[in-house]
């Protein structure tokens, strides 16, 4: 199974293979410590802890991945996976949905003029508000007060919430609604809340740090390239983003000790003005003076609704994603956050006043929507390392009405929709330093590199993130590993090719771009040393296999070394979804022991985390859910004709599930 079959190699033959099919569907079943089978290789002796993945599973209509209209794979409930390496001579897997509250109002409203619909990489409901899908990433955090590490489940469009590493069930949010500033200020059960799916954790002073933004409605219409067309062919659009009309600009740094309520302040320019995020904040970053926060290069949020307000009408949608859709920012805006700046800040469970701190903008050339940051920062100078998925927008799928870039341009049968599209230039790897003082909106030191072999989609990363003798955050990252996406030819659309024909920073020609794609470029596993800037070590997939969610695993007895451990990652072949690892060192070697179940059935998984133990939560931290959706529910207003529903919705769903806690 870890080689290309007959007809996959026949059709490498005569140019690009296929998408390998078994990234297109996903099992919504839950799995009870399976025990995968060992069928390549052998398992180290000295692999440990328990590896956690993520990724969309579809949602309660759905039952599963694909979705039968063709929606986004990157919408979905999230299915939390662990695999447990504390096992001699096997390796097993657990999973679960993650389910909030609103995943139980999903399932029971599901097909009726109440439930939540997808938009785009987005679930919303206009009656009841935004489905909090935990679907994205994780982040380990241990404060000061915890006998061992915890875990988090996070999303862009949602609150992140702890889960029990244990029964991998969700415990709490992290901080309650009345903390939270939505989106949309309308009476929602579920008020639309836009944080990061990578808040970030500091292991030496034990704080949480996230952010809670907004856009402006005249942000979102700024960016909309046809809009006299928009109000001429669609009028009962303009009236639904009226609906809308009351959003603001807003940025809030948050800080959490583990313990008390969230602490928040307001960021705005040098100017007083508040400071406008354009898309998202995927990421933010931690460095021991600073905190960084960079406007990335995807949308989410209410943009998905007004991009694709009519999920069920694909000719209406069609038409709005031409007159809609611009490409993201070429370049990366970054705010850096003055720690000494946070002294005290307002608590908006106590109805504090709100706390402003100034920001300091800097500009880099190239899109990105994943970076990382050396902790240290010596002389205030502030370390990025920088992913540039140039000229790729990862909100962006493969829909049923595309049509292919090549001559005759037919419609893309193949690989199905749902699909993540091409990247249209090569992906580029740069490390900067940021002068923190300076008032210069330019990094002081730069390189940039990128290869034509490997730097194909670099989007997913892993590294040795803590010591594995303290738990504490490295000073310096000195070798990071990056997945790449590689380039297919049925991935490569004409309305991809048009939304960057004029692309600022393209490197690669667009025509020599399709003749790439047309013959094929396979993802690769690779490890950037960050000093030299060089690809040490990488390991290009055979052709049509596709691969994410690398994780590193510090192997048993790691002094600390960024290489001395195993690499696992997810592999998808022409036929199924296997786990393949991989010496951390010697990459190019291939993969040492490859794993797989027949019930392992996930499509395109994202983000990872790594824990040397779990068990039981012992946390007290927990947000009551009678408190936190009481006043939500009072609030809550029925239109007439939903009435009764709801009064039924209310009484089976919520308050049954207030009295159980």
Known sequence: ?????????????????????????????????????????????????????????????????????????????????????????????????????????????????????????????????????????????????????????????????????????????????????????????????????????????????????????????????????????FPEVRQLWERFKGLEDFVYLIRWDGINPLERWTLVNPDGSPVSIKQTIHQIGVTKDYVVLMDTSFSTGIEQILNNPFPDHKERERILRQLLESPPSPDSIIYIVSRSDLAKGQRPAMNEPEVKVVVRKVVVPLEASHFLVDYDNPDDKITLHICHICAWDVAEWLRTYDFSAYPPHDPVSSPGPGMEL??????????????????????VESKVISDRRYTWGPSLYTYLDRLPSSGMTPGKLDNIYWSSFGLWKNLMT??????????????????????????????????????????????????????????????????????????????????????????????????????????LNFAFTLHTAWLQQIGSRLSEYKISLKEDYEDLAKNFQSPPEFEKEIQDLFAKELYPRFERE
């Open 422 to 443: 091409n990247l249209m230039d090569i992906s580029r790897l740069g490390r900067y330093v940021i002068d923190g003082k300076s008032q210069e909106e330019a990094p």
């Open 1 to 233: 199974m870890s080689e290309p079959t007959k007809s996959n190699t026949e059709a490498v033959m005569s140019g690009c293979p296929p998408v390998p099919q078994s990234i297109m569907t996903a099992r919504r079943e839950e799995l009870n410590n399976v025990e995968l089978e060992i069928f390549e290789g052998n398992l180290p002796d000295d692999v440990q802890g328990y590896i956690f993945f993520v990724g969309p599973v579809g949602t309660v209509e759905s039952g599963g991945l694909p979705f039968k209209d063709g929606d986004s794979f990157l919408n979905g409930d999230g299915m939390v996976y662990r695999l447990d390496f504390n096992q001699k001579g096997k390796v097993t897997v657990k999973t679960q949905i993650a389910k909030p509250l609103d995943y139980y109002f999903d399932e029971a409203t599901k097909g009726t003029n109440l439930g939540f619909r997808n938009h785009g990489i987005l679930r919303f409901s206009l009656l009841l508000g935004a489905r909090n899908e935990l679907n994205t990433a994780f982040l380990p955090i241990k404060f000061s007060q915890d006998e061992s590490e915890r875990l988090l489940v996070t999303y862009d469009a949602g609150r992140p919430y702890e889960i029990n590493t244990h029964t991998l069930k969700v415990r709490t949010p992290v901080g309650s609604n009345q903390e939270w500033r939505p989106e949309i200020n309308l009476p929602y059960l579920f008020p639309p809340i836009f944080s990061t799916a990578h808040p970030a954790f500091d292991t030496y002073t034990h704080e949480f740090f996230a952010v809670n933004y907004g856009r402006s409605l005249e942000n979102f219409i700024d960016t909309i390239p046809s809009l006299e067309e928009v109000d001429k062919l």
């Open 494 to 599: 004409q309305f991809m090719c048009d939304l960057f024909k004029d692309y600022k920073y393209q490197q690669v020609p667009q025509s020599n771009l399709l003749s790439l794609a047309e013959q094929g470029i396979p993802p690769c596993l690779f490890r950037l040393q960050t000093c030299s800037m060089e690809i040490a070590d990488q390991y290009p997939f055979p052709p049509g296999y596709m691969v994410s969610s690398p994780q590193f695993m510090p192997r048993r007895g790691n002094q600390g070394s960024s290489t001395d451990g195993y690499i696992t990652c997810n592999v998808f072949t022409p036929e199924r979804n296997e786990i393949w690892i991989f010496k951390a060192d010697a990459l190019r070697q291939g993969a040492i022991c490859k794993l797989y179940h027949e019930s």
